[in-house]
């Protein structure tokens, strides 16, 4: 857990799934605009031909036989230029560079909103803690009311039904105790979410682990099919 909420506001604007994902989405539309503009470049195409064909003589063709072979090849390189597009790439890339501007206002947003849900958590988590503090000095403090009452009962200045209430009022405050506890926990589990630390690696969970550099390696030479995937 964060030690202060200042770190968990610092660890929630750069960590945050959310901040992350609207992260990636703007860097997307940034490579976009390339794609776009990769559109006025020149194109390069190469088609190569290889054709084989025997051709029969007069001779060979009363004989049955085969003549020589006869190979043919050929190459052709294609060059291609847009000349007139009707501005319609030019139009289209002013679009992506507006979409660029529209996804880092998102990442603000998502950012702010990290931030919001993080100091709200830990309010939350700081509330909680602060009740089991309160509820457990009430239990110790019921717990000894009760002791007392049930020493008084046994020399007869008490009655039961004073010994029930008092443990009636003592089980009462450990429920409350719990409660704060389950707050708590779950508080805990709010800020861990919000500081983008609720992932297996960093709660040291017995599972497989995803290991993006393995599966990289898996298929960076594949260059087509389907195998190559993790197996777990």
Not at 55 to 61: G, K, P
Not at 64 to 70: I, L, N, R, V
Not at 91 to 102: I, K, L, M
Not at 126 to 154: D, K, M, N, P, T
């Amino acid at each position: 857990m964060p030690a202060t909420r200042e770190d968990a506001l610092r660890l929630a604007a750069g960590n945050n799934f959310n901040v992350i994902s609207a992260a990636f989405t703007e860097l997307a539309a940034r490579d976009n605009i390339d794609v776009v503009r990769g559109q006025l470049l020149p194109q390069v195409s190469i088609v190569g031909d290889l054709n084989r064909a025997s051709s029969a003589t007069s001779s060979a063709a009363n004989t049955g036989a085969a003549g020589s072979p006869t190979n043919l090849a050929s190459i052709m390189a294609t060059a291609t230029a847009p000349l007139y597009e009707g501005g319609a790439l030019y139009s289209q890339t002013r679009q992506a560079e507006q979409t660029v501007g529209q996804r880092r206002s998102q990442v603000d947003d998502a950012r702010r909103a990290a931030v919001q849900t993080a100091d709200q958590s830990w309010a939350a988590l700081q509330a909680a803690r602060a009740s089991i503090a309160s509820f457990a000095a009430a239990v110790r403090a019921a717990q000894i009311a009760l002791a007392g009452l049930q020493e008084e009962a046994l020399t007869g200045t008490r009655t039961v039904l004073d010994v029930l209430i008092a443990e009636q009022q003592l089980f009462t405050t450990q429920s409350q105790l719990v409660t704060a506890e389950h707050d708590a926990a779950v508080a805990e589990f709010n800020v861990a979410a919000a500081v983008g630390r609720l992932i297996a690696p960093e709660l040291k969970l017995p599972v497989p682990l995803y290991d993006m550099g393995r599966h990289y390696k898996e298929v960076r030479d594949k260059w087509i099919g389907f195998s190559g995937g993790l197996k777990e």
